[in-house]
């Protein structure tokens, strides 16, 4: 596969068109971002571990029937996807009281929530990705009624199957954001699923082992990715 033009830079990914026209590469880049981009930093090694993570995790999803972009990882910051329509919306699921929650409802950080909690939130920087229900989605053309119960399907699906691998390295899900498109009429897990975009404890001591090391200025994040890699059985050397 040939690796032609930039199509797209985002915080941390930058996207490239390649010679086929129903793919694409992401490269994942050592630059993590927090706060809408008012916080950006190099971290070493970080696109080579979150590449190789999100590889691992997507071959898990795809084993258990969620359809995902990823054809294949190509070195070790960069894979090839199928190029997903994307629809501009976050799909946030909660198994844990975390982060905006917190913020939003003054409920106490750690709180286990019965039932899992599911939001959706739009894209877009420069509103600070506002909440938004199922109403806004289908009003403002984002998405059908059938697209939205498809990825809320999905998304809880992945909840199940990522909570018991996570559980079995002895790590807690505690909340995490996916992204859907569509490829050939299909809805499609896409983006990436790292630990840039979910919350994830140690079981016993709740160490935060997440981007929230970098937003609290923690430190340890590449070693803490690392750790849970390790854990899970990820190859990264
Ligand atoms: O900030 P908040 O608590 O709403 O985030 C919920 C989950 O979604 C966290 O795991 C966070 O890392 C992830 N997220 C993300 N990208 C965003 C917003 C949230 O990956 N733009």
């Known amino acids: 596969m040939e690796k032609r033009s930039e199509l797209y830079r985002g915080k941390a990914k930058t996207v490239y068109h ?15 971002s927090a ?16 590449n ?11 084993e258990a029937g969620i359809p995902t972009q990823l054809d294949e990882r190509l070195s070790d910051t960069e894979s090839l996807v199928k190029k ?6 976050e799909c946030v699921i909660r198994n844990v009281a975390a982060g905006s929650l917190v913020r939003r409802l003054g409920v106490e950080e750690g ?15 420069a509103l600070h ?15 059908t009624a059938e697209q939205i119960e498809k990825m809320k399907a999905l998304t809880f699906k992945v909840n199940e199957v990522l909570k018991a691998l996570f559980a079995d390295a002895r790590l807690l899900l505690v909340d995490y954001k996916l992204e859907f498109g569509v490829f050939d ?13 979910c919350r994830l404890w140690d079981a016993e001591t709740r160490e935060k082992l997440d981007k929230d090391r970098f937003r609290q200025g923690l430190g340890g ?3 803490a990715y690392r750790e849970v890699a390790k854990r899970l059985g990820v190859q990264l050397d």
């Open 84 to 89: 997903l329509d994307m629809i501009p919306v």
């Open 111 to 125: 709180k286990e929530l019965n039932p899992p909690t599911f939001e959706f939130f739009l894209k877009n920087d």
């Open 52 to 62: 190789k993570f999100n590889h691992f995790i997507m071959a898990k999803l795809e």
């Open 35 to 50: 706060f809408d981009g008012e916080k950006v930093e190099q971290l070493d090694d970080k696109g080579m571990v979150n």
């Open 221 to 223: 994040v590449v070693e």
């Open 18 to 32: 390649t010679n086929d026209p129903n793919r694409l590469i992401l490269e994942f880049r050592n630059d993590t």
């Open 185 to 197: 009429g299909e809805i499609m897990l896409g983006d990436e699923f790292t630990p840039d975009g």
């Open 129 to 143: 990705d506002p909440m938004v229900n199922e109403y806004h989605i289908q009003a403002f053309g984002w998405a």
